[in-house]
């Protein structure tokens, strides 16, 4: 009789169970993906030129080598112009510097396009990292809403089972569930009401 009774109670509970059991969690279809091998993907060759001129021109390495050519373009020109006794020619005269001006300026007129061409590339990419971030965050504040009803659920079916077992529960603790339990639901009904704005 003893064993009929205990059979009794675990299928009740068991049966409990089921109906109390929440919905398998399905995680997004859609992976989270890479927004360097996103951006990749999108550049053109073109494109990946640019930003490999753009990362070398701005590069501290590029600074050295036009700072470097300056100063002995500059240099060699303005002694071989000042101190005849070197008996050097100068190519470029002191104090005009002609020709290095104007290669200078060509230099300047070449990478400026390039240039911006590189930094707005380099835009696009940002932009789709903040998408992507944008995303994830989405995807992360979904989840943790679906483990918020879980824990929800299992304080629920706890309460279920200890009331069945006819344990007794203290006011203050039953008190603090239902509080977390209007919490969950704020939470979940901003949820839905900012998913319906968006």
Known sequence: MAEETKQEHITAVTELWNKLRPQHYMPSASPVKNANEV?????????????????????????????????IWCGYNILASEVPALHWKSFDPFPAFVAYLLMSNVIQILFMPLIMVGQNLQGRHSEIR??????????????????LRNLEHNTDLIIQLMKHSNCSIA????????????????????????????
């Open 171 to 198: 006011e203050g603790d039953l008190q603090k569930v239902v509080a977390d339990q209007e919490l969950g639901d704020q939470l979940a009904s901003k949820k839905v009401i900012t998913d319906e704005e968006a």
């Open 39 to 71: 951006h990749k993907k999108e550049m053109t060759p073109l494109d990946k030129f640019a930003v490999k001129m753009t990362e070398k021109v701005g590069s501290m390495g590029f600074f050295f080598i036009i700072l470097g050519w300056t100063i």
């Open 130 to 147: 903040a998408e992507m971030d944008f995303e994830i965050n989405k995807k992360a504040e979904q989840e943790v809403l679906i483990i």
